[in-house]
């Protein structure tokens, strides 16, 4: 791993503890997007965070524009692991760059205008669905009570391939 610094996008904060956590066990430092546009140089190799939506990466094309991202790891309802392929494939990130996916959490307070109108019409969809996966009904367990599922054993993919 080349990585220097860690740096993430959070909306409702399951990112930023996560980016938190992983800046601890990894001994590098941790900026949100904003701050390491004004602070790193560019091409900084960098682990990014971002939560997900549609299967996409919050601001990882972005940060994929001035920076050398050696990981991506994506936070969001779903499993760990489960939308892996998808981040990967719109993030158009090459095979050579690991994409993790973490389950993060659901904070409805934290929710704020079209994000919690998503929300409300994906628990609708996902509520309507027949024949649902166990995956799906922790995803719409989490989407209609709200949950926590920020752990480092949620990490423990992304600190074995550091460990490399």
């Known amino acids: 791993m080349n990585a220097t610094t860690i740096v993430y996008t959070s909306n409702t904060g399951f990112t930023a503890r996560y ?18 546009l004004t602070k790193l140089p560019t091409g900084t190799p960098v682990i990014y965070m971002g939560w997900l939506m549609a299967g996409s990466v919050a601001g990882c094309k972005k940060a994929s524009k001035r920076f050398a991202i050696e990981a991506v790891i994506g936070v969001g309802l779903g499993d760990t692991g489960a939308q892996d392929d998808a981040a990967r494939k719109a993030c158009k990130l ?31 969809v996902m509520a309507a669905k027949k024949n649902r996966t166990p995956g799906e009904d922790k995803m719409l367990d989490l989407l209609i009570k709200g949950g926590d599922y920020v752990s480092e054993k949620e990490l423990s993919a992304v600190l074995a391939w550091a460990d490399k």
């Open 19 to 36: 980016a938190a956590m992983l800046s601890e066990k990894l001994g590098l430092p941790a900026y949100t997007l904003s701050d390491a």
């Open 94 to 124: 090459p095979t050579d760059v690991p994409v993790f996916t973490v389950q993060g959490g659901m904070d409805h307070a934290k929710l704020k205008g079209g994000y919690k109108v998503g929300i409300r019409l994906l628990t609708k």
